[in-house]
């Protein structure tokens, strides 16, 4: 976002999320709405990651709780279905993983380098439940 | 629709009721408040006036003056024309969000009855807490009378929500010497005086959904200085020549006739006190008094406080030889708040004044014609010496040894 | 420029007086003032209030005055109430007592040589209004002493500034006015 003098803006601690006049946005998806360079969705956080999800929908319930739980609405969700991860936008923090309930868990992080492809290919399998309890007295 | 009110030409009303009544008459749409003495009736008043179907409005109650002054913000970040009353400890409790209103540019319309702020606790008038406002950004008007603290309202809610200014405005009163005052006060009838403040403009309303803002957002270093030099650049361009025009509009509607710096006897006076609130009213008159003695004496009123009319006051005062700036405010560590500005106002001009301070009337401390005539004694020897001969700050008024310093 | 100056006791009215009294002058098209000293704003604590009247508009903010009548509306202040503060020699006295206006200069020797006034508002009020609200009763003496208004114009007036009260209430208070003033000595 350009910084502007201080006259080169408008007044108040305002800021517009939309350049001119928006009509019906609650049933506007994000990546179809004319969001402003005041708005953070114009920005992108995509460097600030080290390790990336990778989603595997194979394992997926749909249980919504990545969706529920990403700070950054990171988690593209449409008609209560999984389908992706925005990648503009997550910082790659990890709790989408950590709040998936799936055995093996339907999102993990990988190296921010690692195709998805392979990632698919070496996903786990289901652990055992003796593990899952070893897991949840942690 | 409100139900209208019929009132007399001239009601016998106290600053209170003046100030309530002129939320009324231009139909506030929230009050969020939380009393307190001697403020309280203004609130009162418009919750009476709501309730009774003489307002369409919004009457909020809130669990301190904090959250009191963040429901005005909300409301007038929400697009309403809003305004609450408040005094001493609850201004001093509002302090904080006082600052926010006037950064979001929101023209909230603040009461302020003027008390003395405690310890020791005290509910009569002095002028503490409108100094203690006079870094928030606000625009502060200041009433010598129950009529003042009526007209000041409708200058306020002009100036404020204009669209070149929006920002928040003061309108203050001294707390029982006005706001439990009876004198007459010549009303408007309703219709003038919705017709002279307006219909509310909404300006980056959160309840326009067409146009999605935030509101009260973060900024740093990055980006707050030329936020607060925005701020600083309206409330010193923008406020003065609208306060102008409306101070004008408002002679034609009503035949009373206000300026930013108010003026008696100033045309050939060799001495003038300088004071706020109702002093202004009573040296007006000891000044009336001495000019019968062929004393040249004269009293400026401060009418606008923020933002400060410095090039007004260094013209009326170019030709003064002695000055008393006379503070209702503890300085606590300084000289009085009108001192320094004077002094400041002063320093580059010509004027070769003498200039001395006088701390007077805190805690509702009575301030006699008597002591208005011995202030200008004090100044008569500073002008025939051509230097001071006091001490620079005096106490009157006060029991005990005299009090004076520097 | 007249000045008066009300003792009370918080509760018994006196700054509902002093500003009704306000209200009726103004409809004669002078300037009035009324205010009053507060204090600890307890009920029943000793109080004062203000009525200032002139031709041209008032001024003067300062809570010093020296008083062309002095109202007392409670009984007992004459004895613990510094109600001759400031007095000038033509201040005129009107005092609330149950006593003769002899007995009661016996009893509060200040009063001697002064032009003193007597009337029972607190038995005119609970006669005529039912409680002790000695106010407007002591409006009723101040017409009858002062010779400020007619009776008709002032009651009328009055009306008008009660008009919030239960008109049962109204009646009540013009009796008790017209009573004090026909009672007063």
Redesign the interface.
């Known amino acids: 976002m350009e910084?502007?003098?201080?006259?080169g803006?408008?007044?108040?601690?305002?800021?517009?999320?939309?350049d001119?006049?928006?009509?019906n946005?609650a049933t506007t998806l994000p990546e179809d709405r004319a969001y402003s360079q005041s708005s953070s969705f114009t920005a992108s956080v995509a460097d600030w990651r080290i390790e990336k999800p990778l989603f595997n929908k194979d394992y997926c319930i749909d249980c919504q709780f990545c969706w529920v739980f990403c700070p950054d609405m990171s988690i593209i969700s449409r008609d209560k279905k999984m389908i992706g991860i925005d990648f503009d936008h997550c910082k790659g923090c990890g709790i989408c993983v950590e709040v998936c309930p799936t055995n093996p868990k339907s999102l993990l992080m990988f190296p921010e380098q690692k195709d998805e492809e392979s990632a698919l290919v070496e996903w786990p399998k289901k652990v055992k439940k003796e593990k899952e309890d070893e897991v949840g007295e942690e | 629709m409100a139900d209208t009110m019929e009132l007399r030409d001239i009601e016998v009303w106290d600053g209170n009721m003046a100030a309530a009544q002129a939320l009324r008459q231009v139909q506030v749409d929230v009050v969020a408040a939380y009393p307190i003495t001697p403020s309280t009736p203004i609130v009162e008043g418009y919750a009476t006036y709501k309730a009774n179907g003489y307002v369409d409005g919004e009457f909020v109650m809130v669990e301190s003056e904090h959250a009191a002054m963040s429901g005005c913000i909300g409301a007038a970040a929400a697009g309403g024309r809003v305004a609450t009353a408040t005094s001493s400890q609850g201004f001093a409790l509002m302090v904080e969000t006082l600052y926010s209103a006037s950064g979001m540019r929101l023209p909230i319309i603040l009461n302020v009855v003027n008390r003395a702020i405690g310890a020791p606790l005290n509910v009569n008038g002095d002028h503490s807490d409108m100094y203690m406002g006079r870094d928030s950004g606000w625009i502060q008007l200041d009433a010598y009378n129950p009529q003042h603290a009526y007209d000041l309202n409708f200058i306020a809610f002009k100036v404020a929500e204009d669209h070149d200014v929006r920002l928040p405005a003061m309108v203050h009163q001294d707390g029982f010497m006005t706001s439990h005052t009876a004198q007459g006060v010549h009303t408007l009838t309703d219709e003038a005086a919705y017709g002279f403040v307006g219909e509310f403009q909404p300006m980056n309303d959160m309840l326009d959904l067409d146009h999605p803002v935030t509101h009260g957002v973060q900024t740093e270093e990055d980006w707050h200085f030329e936020h607060k030099a925005r701020q600083q650049h309206a409330l010193m361009t923008a406020v003065i020549p609208k306060i102008e025009a409306a101070f004008a509009e408002f002679e034609k509607l009503s035949g009373r006739k206000y300026n930013l710096v108010e003026t008696h006897q100033m045309e050939d006076a060799e001495m003038a006190v300088i004071c706020m609130g109702t002093s202004v009213e009573t040296a007006m008159e000891v000044v009336d008094e001495l000019r019968a003695q062929g004393i040249k004496a004269g009293v400026v009123g401060i009418r606008v406080f923020r933002p400060w009319p410095l090039e007004q006051l260094a013209e009326v005062l170019k030709n003064v030889k002695a000055i008393g700036t006379l503070d209702r405010s503890s300085p606590h560590g300084t000289v009085g708040m009108l001192y320094n500005e004077i002094a400041g106002t002063l320093f580059n001009c010509d004027t070769k004044a003498v200039l001395n301070n006088y701390i007077y009337g805190l805690g509702g401390r009575d301030l006699t014609k008597a002591h208005v005539v011995g202030i200008f004694n004090d100044l008569k020897a500073n002008v025939d010496a051509g230097k001071l001969t006091t001490p620079l700050q005096q106490y009157i008024g006060l029991r005990g040894p005299k009090l004076s310093f520097f | 420029m007249l000045e008066i100056r009300w003792h009370s006791r918080a509760g018994q009215g006196a700054v509902t007086g002093a500003k009704g009294l306000a209200d009726v002058v103004s409809t004669t098209g002078k300037h009035v003032q009324a205010f009053a000293f507060y204090g600890s704003a307890k009920r029943g604590a000793a109080m004062t209030a203000y009525n200032r009247v002139d031709d041209k508009v008032i001024m003067n903010h300062e809570k010093f005055m020296a008083p062309d009548y002095v109202l007392v509306i409670d009984p007992a202040l004459v004895y613990v109430a510094d109600f001759t503060a400031f007095e000038k020699p033509d201040t005129v006295y009107i005092i609330t007592t149950h006593l003769t206006t002899e007995e009661l200069i016996a009893s509060q020797p200040k009063l001697e040589g002064k032009k003193v006034h007597t009337v029972d508002c607190i038995k005119i009020s609970q006669e005529t209004i039912g409680k002790a609200i000695p106010n407007t009763p002591m409006l009723g003496a101040l017409m009858k002493v002062s010779g400020m208004y007619e009776m008709d114009f002032f009651k009328e007036n009055m009306i008008r500034v009660l008009k919030k009260l239960p008109q049962k209430i109204i009646d009540a208070n013009m009796i008790a006015i017209q009573r004090a003033y026909d009672e007063v000595k």
């Not at chain 1, 910084?3 to 006259?7: S, T, Y």
């Not at chain 1, 001119?20 to 009509?23: F, S, T």
């Open positions: 910084k502007a003098g201080w006259d803006f408008e007044i108040g601690a305002m800021l517009r999320t939309f001119g006049a928006i009509q946005i």
